[in-house]
């Protein structure tokens, strides 16, 4: 009897930049090598600020997330991916949704560096975080431009 949970599950995190559409298509081809199945996860913080100056409500957060999860995942794999796909959003910080995420996964991987990062950092902190604190190994994907 074919038992899901003995596939190797591949985790990646998404935060809808280039790197991450990269990230996942990298992490994909992992997965259709060591017949493994993919979790695609983004993560969402609501700013304390918006319950002393609401702009937003919170479900608009979410909101957001969701859509640039589905369309990280779309760009990367089309519209029909040819392995298990189970997308995940969060409302939690980035780098503790994806360890927590990463529970029992064979492999997590992160892009180098997300989108509010500063020019010339060597790696990001939610990459920083993930490498030291993930309950499993981590790969850091970039790109030859990422450092630059």
């Known amino acids: 009897m074919f038992n899901y949970d003995e596939v190797p599950l591949i985790v990646v995190g998404a935060d809808g930049s280039e790197l ?7 992490a994909a081809d992992h ?23 609401p702009t937003a409500r919170e479900s608009d957060y979410e909101d957001a997330a969701k859509e640039a999860l ?6 990367a ?31 997590l991987v992160v892009g180098s560096h997300g989108r509010g990062e500063l020019p010339g950092m060597h790696l990001g902190s939610v990459a920083t ?19 630059r």
């Open 20 to 26: 991450g559409v990269a990230a996942i298509r990298w």
């Open 31 to 53: 997965a259709r090598r060591v017949g493994g199945r993919l979790r695609v996860v983004t993560a969402y913080e609501v700013p304390g600020r918006i319950f002393f100056s």
């Open 70 to 75: 589905a369309r990280s995942v779309a760009e």
């Open 77 to 107: 794999l089309g519209e029909a991916p040819d392995l298990p796909v189970e997308e995940l959003v969060l409302a939690h910080r980035p780098a503790h949704a994806l360890t927590e995420a990463a529970a029992g996964a064979a492999l």
């Open 129 to 147: 975080y993930c490498v030291h604190h993930a309950p499993c190994p981590v790969l850091v994907y970039r790109t030859a431009t990422s450092g």
